[in-house]
């Protein structure tokens, strides 16, 4: 017997169908109105097009209040693009011109998170829509009218019509994950020292939940702005302090850490690490504390920095308390400014370097970052861009009927790669001919009996949007056909032929949008990943060499914003994170799945590397370090140099050049074990914390050099809750400064990568304008 059928749509089915009964009931209600109340045809292309644009054809992310105030936002740059797009048709060279810095600036603007990149798609759709002949600013003003009539209704039913439940404000997550770690601090403080097994699935469980991966888009802190930059780096430090709870090695044996403060026989980070914690979730949820815990934490800090002697072991779990307390201070600065904004204390220099930019220089960093070809957002940008000019060009000197179908199929069937974009084509002529060929049929059985098409029309687009999200782009188009039919047969007499044209134009959008995805970096961002994780590890190698010399030689530091020579691994990892968090939405070719590698750790390499370096040689006051002893130099510089040579290495085998072997000898890193097991005598505090970073860093590299044969195994084999374990030590030490030091929590509909914990976690698939 067959399946029962089900009582209940799938998800996918019932959010999709809400999604079409509010771009159905704004476009058809703004359309009808204007067309068959007021007879005005050009206003009623417009209502029903700007919902149908900003609805139907964008991927606009959060739940229908946010989307209403994503749209309520938009209206005036759709008025400003009306505008440009009726007043620079009057010569085809004007409109190409325009469609070119129009194009490149709405698709660059994804880099400003995911609201800004699913907008783009219908804002395009704005200026391409009055490009077109006919020359009439007389009619402006009903194109601004019906633009606004349906982009009002939209907002009205998004903000009304079955409103979704609320998801979990980032906020809260980060408020839920800051009271596990106080939980965990405070259970460290007692015997057996260690978390349980319940306590670390809890700790896993909430540094999870902040995962980029797993929070709504909309919900996600990818923007340019000091309060999102901010609340990233709340999510990344909170993450990083309860991964290094979750490996912090017991004390050592005679040792009895105290459990009441300074009076039970000298400082307790921990207890003061668990305040700190439940001050945070206070804060974040709304109330104001006065920072006494925060206070403390330093002053803790300070005396255990201070403390002389000891044991090796001693020392290395003053080593790992300290980088606890490091973690506890960087969330509860970084709550404090997503919280408070540029009203909070002023924190030091160095991690929290936006704490005093204004928004514009913000954004003007966000933005340069990423102007030049090494930015997958540049790239893409320049692709859609020449695309949809070259589109303009064809339409406006053949004269193409409705050459407005032509830059439609180029804008939204071109994408990152040729092979996508090849595959894509292809479903997309194969559905557009079946649906010009129904639409044909429709028209020449019908013929002008416009009733039909007005009854016809509403229950369509209702399938249509329906359906086409859900089963493909063929589907798309071949419904989405039928319903342009419907809506122009509305507008004016139509024959048959209306859907030959309708062919036509998809043919000549779509093979426009091949062209240039072949001609401009057609491989998309593999490419660019493989480069730019190449480059980052080459200067990372230089950093720890530097970094290496430096704490050996001793010497003045002072409180800088970022450690000379930083700045270029920090440009590094924006270009490496943006390339990476593509790369992960492109579907893979058919045929079995090429040798790949971790590039997740190369990442967080990178942010070791950077968090690190700057941690070593930037301190939060003026202070002089004195210099190593001889064994203890050299046996530092003889570990970074190692390390280094392993990151260049590595780096030959990603990007090699004509002469680099093409297989290379196994990299040896020195081990975390290696590396701690030979403590020259009279080693201090400065040589136990480099070479803890250095180890961290080996494992790093030992992970990135063993190729794994398809990145599915490897996703499965990074589920296990052994390698988990294993992996935590490595992964969560580079999390803090991930969201100060890199301007890379750009989130488009890619999603900020630089927060997954997980070095082979899977990332959702992305929507590119």
């Given at each position: 017997m067959g399946r029962p059928f089900p009582r209940r749509l799938p998800p996918a089915y019932r959010a999709a169908a809400r999604r079409a009964l509010r771009v159905t009931i704004a476009a058809g209600a703004g359309f009808y109105v204007l067309l068959y109340a007021f007879d005005l045809p050009v206003g009623a292309t417009y209502a029903l097009f700007g919902a149908v644009a900003m609805a139907g054809l964008s991927h606009l992310p959060g739940s229908g209040r946010q989307r209403a105030r994503t749209l309520t936002a938009a209206l005036p740059v759709c008025w400003v693009l009306i505008t440009l797009g009726t007043y620079l048709s009057v010569r085809t060279w004007s409109a190409v011109l325009g469609m070119l810095v129009v194009g490149f600036a709405l698709a660059f603007t994804a880099v400003g998170g995911p609201r800004f990149a699913g907008a783009a798609t219908g804002l395009q759709l704005m200026y391409i829509l009055p490009s077109f002949p006919p020359y009439d600013p007389g009619s402006l003003g009903e194109r601004l009218a019906g633009a606004t009539l349906g982009l009002a209704l939209l907002i009205v039913v998004?903000?009304?019509?079955?409103?979704?439940?609320?998801?979990?404000?980032?906020?809260?997550?980060?408020?839920?994950?800051?009271?596990?770690?106080?939980?965990?601090?405070?259970?460290?403080?007692?015997?057996?020292?260690?978390?349980?097994?319940?306590?670390?699935?809890?700790?896993?469980?909430?540094?999870?939940?902040?995962?980029?991966?797993?929070?709504?888009?909309?919900?996600?802190?990818?923007?340019?702005?000091l309060q999102q930059r901010a609340l990233a780096h709340t999510?990344?430090?909170?993450?990083?302090?309860?991964?290094?709870?979750?490996?912090?090695?017991?004390?050592?044996?005679?040792?009895?850490?105290?459990?009441?403060?300074?009076?039970?026989?000298?400082?307790?980070?921990?207890?003061?690490?668990a305040e700190v914690a439940r001050e945070t979730a206070a804060r974040l949820r709304g109330r104001a504390p006065d920072g006494r815990a925060h206070a403390a934490l330093r002053r803790t800090r300070q005396a255990l920095v201070a403390a002389e002697g000891g044991s090796p072991a001693a020392l290395r779990r003053d080593a790992a308390l300290l980088e606890v307390a490091d973690a506890a201070l960087a969330m509860s600065t970084a709550a404090d400014i997503a919280v408070r904004g540029r009203a909070a204390d002023a924190p030091a220099p160095g991690r929290f370097w936006y704490a005093r930019q204004r928004a514009p220089l913000l954004w003007w960093r966000r933005l340069s970052g990423h102007a030049g070809g090494r930015s997958v957002f540049f790239q893409n940008a320049v692709r859609i861009c020449l695309a949809l000019a070259a589109a303009r060009l064809i339409a406006g000197i053949d004269t193409l009927p409705h050459g407005f179908w032509v830059l439609l199929a180029t804008l939204t069937l071109t994408r990152t790669t040729v092979r996508e974009t090849r595959t894509t084509v292809r479903k997309a002529l194969t559905g557009t001919l079946v649906g010009a060929l129904v639409a044909a049929t429709l028209l020449a059985v019908v013929g002008t009996d416009i009733e039909v098409y007005a009854?016809?029309?509403?229950?369509?687009?209702?399938?249509?949007?329906?359906?086409?999200?859900?089963?493909?782009?063929?589907?798309?188009?071949?419904?989405?056909?039928?319903?342009?039919?419907?809506v122009f047969a509305q507008l004016a007499p139509a024959t048959w032929q209306l859907a030959e044209f309708r062919l036509l134009d998809v043919l000549a959008g779509s093979a426009i949008g091949a062209v240039f995805g072949l001609l401009a970096w057609p491989r998309g961002a593999?490419?660019?990943?493989?480069?730019?994780?190449?480059?980052?590890?080459?200067?990372?190698?230089?950093?720890?060499?530097?970094?290496?010399?430096?704490?050996?030689?001793?010497?003045?530091?002072?409180?800088?914003?970022?450690?000379?020579?930083?700045?270029?691994?920090?440009?590094?990892?924006?270009?490496?994170?943006?390339?990476?968090?593509?790369?992960?939405?492109?579907?893979?070719?058919?045929?079995?799945?090429?040798?790949c590698r971790d590039w997740q750790a190369a990442l967080i390499a990178g942010h070791h590397t950077l968090w690190g370096a700057d941690r070593l040689l930037v301190p939060a006051e003026p202070v002089v370090i004195p210099p190593l002893g001889p064994e203890s130099s050299a046996s530092v510089i003889r570990t970074g140099d190692r390390v280094a040579a392993g990151m260049l290495l590595t780096s030959a085998r990603m990007d090699p050049t004509g002469d680099t072997a093409e297989t290379p000898g196994r990299l040896h890193a020195p081990t975390a074990v290696a590396t701690l097991a030979t403590d020259p005598p009279g080693a201090g505090r400065a040589y136990y914390a480099t070479v803890s970073w250095l180890a961290s860093l080996a494992t790093d590299l030992e992970r990135l050099a063993a190729e794994t044969e398809t990145e599915a195994e490897a996703d499965t084999e990074a589920d296990t809750e052994a390698e988990t374990k294993a992996e935590t030590k490595a992964e969560t030490k580079a999390e803090t400064e991930t969201g100060s030091h890199s301007d890379s929590n750009i989130g488009s509909g890619n999603g900020n990568i630089s927060g997954t914990p997980g070095l082979r976690a899977r990332r959702p698939p992305t929507e590119h304008p």
């Open positions: 998004e903000e009304t019509l079955l409103p979704e439940p609320a998801a979990v404000p980032y906020r809260e997550r980060a408020a839920r994950a800051a009271d596990g770690a106080a939980r965990c601090a405070d259970r460290l403080r007692s015997a057996p020292y260690t978390l349980p097994e319940t306590e670390l699935r809890t700790a896993r469980a909430l540094s999870t939940e902040l995962r980029s991966s797993q929070v709504p888009e909309a919900e996600r802190p990818a923007g340019a702005g999510g990344l430090a909170t993450r990083t302090l309860l991964g290094r709870l979750a490996v912090l090695t017991p004390p050592p044996p005679g040792a009895v850490p105290p459990l009441d403060g300074a009076d039970a026989g000298g400082p307790d980070p921990l207890r003061a690490v009854v016809a029309l509403p229950p369509l687009m209702l399938v249509a949007f329906t359906l086409g999200p859900v089963k493909g782009v063929g589907w798309a188009q071949a419904l989405f056909t039928v319903v342009i039919a419907l593999h490419d660019e990943l493989r480069r730019s994780v190449a480059v980052l590890l080459r200067i990372a190698a230089e950093i720890v060499v530097a970094t290496t010399a430096q704490v050996a030689a001793g010497g003045r530091r002072v409180p800088v914003v970022t450690a000379p020579g930083h700045r270029s691994l920090q440009h590094a990892l924006v270009m490496a994170e943006s390339a990476y968090a593509q790369y992960q939405s492109e579907p893979r070719g058919p045929g079995p799945a090429p040798v």
